[in-house]
């Protein structure tokens, strides 16, 4: 009896499908993003560790282990800054017909260019503190639920610090990148009532040292908070 | 009141789960995707999620519904947002010529149905699931992914 042309693409798309070659590896945070083995990122994550502390001790009032990791801290270990300058650049806020563009539901609203620019200068904040080791400071900003996608302060120091040695301190910064899709498709993830969707924006940060990388971006959404904004790190 | 998991116990559960499921992962992405290069991604990005929970996960249970539920979140969220820039770049498809020329083929003929329809089709038929477990995993009634199924099938005869 002849095979009918579905069992025939089936079969086709199984052969197709099992020659796939499994990673060597599972994929780790820090492994993932930053190609290193495993025993070294451990090693350097404890090294961080143990330099966030000895810093905190000597330049804040506190251990590391009573520093604030709650929501809106900023009390960041004191890292000295990288010597690397990284180039930032802000582009306009779009238009309305931009967005009207796109399929979303959240086309009418508009953010002022003041948000843009606040926006901008909070996730240049976030990024520089990554560049230059201030983990605590850069998680301090997240939203408490994008702080809440970390098992703790430590995993996200043990990933961040692996990836940003691959990013070797420079990164490009977009507010509202032109070829993503806009804000309301980043919002699957994030509780939609914690952003006021009137006055936040979408922020893209490029990482030229992983271009073509999968890896290789970061995008934020910013929104105004009782304090200034929250950060959602979307992806 | 929830099961607290050592480290240890789970990293072993994690690599025990790559090592059996992501063959499977990924084939349930590229039906769902029909894109290599975005399933070879979201197989890498669901075992991320999977390292960040298992230590919340109950490891006595089946992990592979948990991987295929969390795999098609991704698939559907993430590459619906990312599909511009991923559809826009060059296709990085780590095959040699012959199977990629099968593989345009058979792309060509699952391009005419639906995510749904060719992740039915892939489960049932290609995989072994039961109607229910594939429902159940793609959030849908037995009926439905029994319809899903015939008209993949239907499509297909004529593709």
Known sequence: MARSRADEVLDSWNKVARSVARPAAAPRPGVTRSALPAGMLAGGAAVIVLLVALSARAFGPAPLASAPVAAGSTSGAGFTPSASVPSTEVSAPPSVSAQASASTSVTDKTPSPADAVAAKDAVEQYTAALVRGSYATAYGMLAPESQGHWQSLADFIYERSAFFKSVAGRYVIQVWPSDVLPIGSWLTDTNRSLIDLHHAVLVEVDYPAMAGNNAGLDIYIVSPAANGVEIFDVR | ?159
């Open chain 2, 1 to 159: 009141m929830q099961e607290v998991v050592l480290p240890e116990a789970a990293d072993l559960h994690y690599e025990q789960a790559f090592e059996q499921h992501w063959e499977d992962v990924f084939r349930f992405l590229l039906a769902w995707t029909n894109n290599w290069a975005a399933a070879e991604d979201l197989t890498q990005e669901t075992y991320l999620r999977l390292w960040q929970e298992r230590l919340k996960l109950s490891w006595d249970r089946p992990v592979l519904p948990w991987l295929v539920v969390t795999a098609k979140r991704l698939a559907t969220d993430r590459f619906r947002a990312l599909r511009r820039r991923v559809l826009g770049a060059a296709a990085h498809e780590s095959f040699d010529e012959s199977v990629r020329v099968r593989w345009l083929d058979v792309r060509a003929a699952m391009a005419t149905l639906s995510p749904l329809e060719r992740a039915a089709l892939v489960l049932t038929v290609g995989e072994g699931w039961s109607y229910a477990e594939a429902a159940e995993a793609l959030a849908t009634t037995s009926g439905a992914l029994r319809a899903a199924v015939s008209r993949a099938r239907e499509k297909l005869e004529v593709a």
